[in-house]
């Protein structure tokens, strides 16, 4: 197969995880007989920086003309010190998403056996946890109207759904779950926001197309709850924008790492596939970022293009590096590895086959991981 890629790895850590994502497709293009092609586009600070915009025309022109989209990282604290600032990062994403129509972020959450002890939370309580979050993009108070009184006294947010955009998102949802255990899991606050009781209305109307689907549904702070006493519980989780960006942050903890956690936003004729961790400046530069997410969102989009023979190489690979505790110092405290050797060690890894040992001095020396 050949794919055309956009890449915008964007700030911070962004480019230092994208290029492990990058390193671990061309692993698998030469393993498997596909040509992936990468172009490189500028978003969020530093194309405000080099153009004034954080999404350029010429940025936006080249995702349009590609099969798909690899992101990386966006934000920087020079924006984030500064609410005045009236040209954000982080417009460049929400006008990419706007832009090309990506409705649906699904960020998957699984937790790894090795990993159970990083996370705050009881071993017992975690163990097994495996769901999916659907949540709508493109609507919502993210994008309703913005306004504050000429006397910075007041200010206003407004939320708008119409059911088509609940439709959509609502459908790709129950499908998800008639492959995994079938049970989706509505989230929302209809006992007081009116946007929610459509929310609601619509998903129990679709469910009916659906009959295998076990329906449940939970107010967002029963939810916030749920996600911290019972993870397990949960299969699919849909739910709208703003209910879904704070959920999904808070389900991230679960696993031990925000680094570990991939995400696809799918639209009807394309989709983005990012980590779901920010671009964490503090790192910039050091080769201590977690590149997992970056990569997992490679894996995912490799099934968004039913090539998932190839997403689960990058699965096994990431599975035996944590395995085999060849991770970033968020995973491994005292004998960590840097973010271009866990590259390295996941693209030999591809490259051979999954019983091949590893030597760590060459992997220090940032030589063949592969012996």
Same mark, same amino acid.
């Given at each position: 197969?050949?794919?055309?890629?956009?890449?915008?790895?964007?700030?911070?850590?962004?480019?230092?995880?994208?290029?492990?994502?990058?390193?671990?497709?061309?692993?698998?293009?030469?393993?498997?007989?596909?040509?992936?092609?990468?172009?490189?586009?500028?978003?969020?600070?530093?194309?405000?920086?080099?153009?004034?915009?954080?999404?350029?025309?010429?940025?936006?022109?080249?995702?349009?003309?590609?099969?798909?989209?690899?992101?990386? #990282?966006?934000?920087?604290? +020079?924006?984030?010190?500064?609410? !005045?600032? *009236?040209?954000?990062? /982080?417009?460049?994403? $929400?006008?990419?998403?706007?832009?090309?129509?990506?409705?649906?972020?699904?960020?998957?959450?699984?937790?790894?056996?090795?990993?159970?002890?990083?996370?705050?939370?009881?071993?017992?309580?975690?163990?097994?946890?495996?769901?999916?979050?659907?949540?709508?993009?493109?609507?919502?108070?993210?994008?309703?109207?913005?306004?504050?009184?000429?006397?910075?006294?007041?200010?206003?947010?407004?939320?708008?759904?119409?059911?088509?955009?609940?439709?959509?998102?609502?459908?790709?949802?129950?499908?998800? #779950?008639?492959?995994?255990? +079938?049970?989706?899991?509505?989230? !929302?606050? *209809?006992?007081?926001? /009116?946007?929610?009781? $459509?929310?609601?209305?619509?998903?129990?109307?679709?469910?009916?197309?659906?009959?295998?689907?076990?329906?449940?549904?939970?107010?967002?702070?029963?939810?916030?709850?749920?996600?911290?006493?019972?993870?397990?519980?949960?299969?699919?989780?849909?739910?709208?924008?703003?209910?879904?960006?704070?959920?999904?942050?808070?389900?991230?903890?679960?696993?031990?790492?925000?680094?570990?956690?991939?995400?696809?936003?799918?639209?009807?004729?394309?989709?983005?596939?990012?980590?779901?961790?920010?671009?964490?400046?503090?790192?910039?530069? +050091?080769?201590?970022?977690?590149?997992?997410?970056?990569?997992?969102?490679?894996?995912?989009? $490799?099934?968004?293009?039913?090539?998932?023979?190839?997403?689960?190489?990058?699965?096994?690979?990431?599975?035996?590096?944590?395995?085999?505790?060849?991770?970033?110092?968020?995973?491994?405290?005292?004998?960590?590895?840097?973010?271009?050797?866990?590259?390295?060690?996941?693209?030999?890894?591809?490259?051979?086959?999954?019983?091949?040992?590893?030597?760590?001095?060459?992997?220090?020396?940032?030589?063949?991981?592969?012996?």
């Amino acid at each position: 197969m050949e794919l055309k890629i956009a890449l915008l790895s964007g700030d911070g850590i962004g480019p230092e995880v994208t290029q492990q994502a990058v390193k671990v497709l061309d692993a698998i293009a030469e393993k498997h007989g596909h040509t992936f092609t990468f172009t490189k586009a500028d978003v969020g600070a530093i194309a405000i920086e080099k153009t004034g915009n954080p999404l350029p025309n010429e940025t936006l022109e080249i995702c349009k003309n590609s099969d798909a989209i690899l992101f990386g #990282a966006i934000g920087d604290p +020079k924006y984030d010190n500064n609410p !005045d600032n *009236a040209i954000r990062p /982080e417009q460049g994403l $929400l006008k990419l998403r706007k832009n090309l129509g990506l409705f649906a972020n699904i960020r998957p959450l699984t937790t790894y056996p090795t990993l159970i002890h990083k996370s705050n939370l009881k071993k017992d309580v975690i163990k097994g946890t495996d769901f999916v979050i659907y949540r709508e993009l493109t609507s919502g108070i993210y994008f309703g109207e913005h306004t504050s009184s000429s006397d910075g006294k007041t200010a206003s947010d407004s939320c708008t759904y119409t059911t088509e955009q609940i439709d959509r998102i609502s459908h790709l949802a129950f499908k998800a #779950a008639q492959v995994r255990r +079938k049970k989706l899991t509505l989230v !929302d606050k *209809a006992n007081a926001l /009116e946007t929610s009781r $459509l929310w609601r209305k619509r998903v129990t109307e679709i469910g009916q197309q659906y009959p295998d689907i076990k329906l449940e549904y939970l107010f967002v702070d029963n939810a916030a709850m749920q996600l911290i006493l019972k993870p397990t519980q949960f299969d699919v989780i849909l739910t709208e924008n703003l209910f879904g960006d704070i959920l999904s942050d808070e389900a991230s903890v679960i696993a031990g790492s925000i680094g570990l956690l991939a995400s696809a936003s799918i639209g009807e004729k394309t989709a983005l596939f990012e980590p779901i961790h920010g671009s964490y400046p503090d790192a910039k530069g +050091k080769n201590i970022a977690n590149p997992l997410a970056s990569v997992l969102s490679a894996a995912m989009l $490799l099934d968004y293009f039913s090539l998932h023979d190839e997403a689960e190489d990058i699965r096994i690979a990431v599975e035996k590096s944590i395995e085999l505790n060849i991770s970033t110092p968020d995973l491994n405290s005292t004998n960590h590895f840097s973010t271009t050797n866990v590259g390295n060690f996941l693209s030999d890894f591809i490259l051979d086959d999954e019983n091949t040992f590893y030597n760590k001095n060459n992997i220090d020396l940032g030589q063949s991981t592969i012996i």
